[in-house]
Nanobody, 121 residues
Framework: QVQLVESGGGLVQAGGSLRLSCASSGRPFSGYNMGWFRQAPGKGREFVAVISRSSYRTDYADSVKGRFTISRDNAKNTVYLQMNSLKPEDTAVYYC??????????????WGQGTQVTVSS
C-alpha cells in the first residue's frame, strides 16, 4: 500500500503561483511513476502532469504546458507541482497519484485525498 498526502493548496489571485506537494509513505516511492490530476465542480478528473520514477520523463496537459512544472525528490518521498501564471480555470481539487506512466486515472493505483486550489480573477 501507498499513502499519499497533498498539501500547498489555497486561494491565489490570477497570475499568481502555488507549489503543491505530495508526500508518500508505505511502499518505496521510487518504484512509482507519479501523476497530478485535477477535478473542477461538475467535471471529470483531468490529467495535469506525470513524472517517471527517475524523473527522466515528464508529460503535461496542453492547458498547463509552460506554466506548471512537475518534479520529485525520491530521497524525501515527495512529488511537487509548481504552478505559475495561474488562471481562474485552474480552480479545482488537485490530486496526486502513484502508478504507471499515463494520462488516465486508470493508469494509477493509489490516490491522495486532494487539495483545493482556487484562483480568483
Amino acid at each position: 500500500q501507498v499513502q499519499l498526502v497533498e498539501s500547498g493548496g489555497g486561494l491565489v489571485q490570477a497570475g499568481g503561483s502555488l507549489r503543491l506537494s505530495c508526500a508518500s509513505s508505505g511502499r518505496p516511492f521510487s518504484g512509482y511513476n507519479m501523476g497530478w490530476f485535477r477535478q473542477a465542480p461538475g467535471k471529470g478528473r483531468e490529467f495535469v502532469a506525470v513524472i517517471s520514477r527517475s524523473s527522466y520523463r515528464t508529460d503535461y496537459a496542453d492547458s498547463v504546458k509552460g506554466r506548471f512544472t512537475i518534479s520529485r525528490d525520491n530521497a524525501k518521498n515527495t512529488v511537487y507541482l509548481q504552478m505559475n501564471s495561474l488562471k481562474p480555470e485552474d480552480t479545482a481539487v488537485y490530486y496526486c497519484a502513484a502508478g504507471d506512466y499515463g494520462r488516465t486515472p486508470h493508469d494509477y493505483d493509489y490516490w491522495g485525498q486532494g487539495t483545493q486550489v482556487t484562483v480568483s480573477s
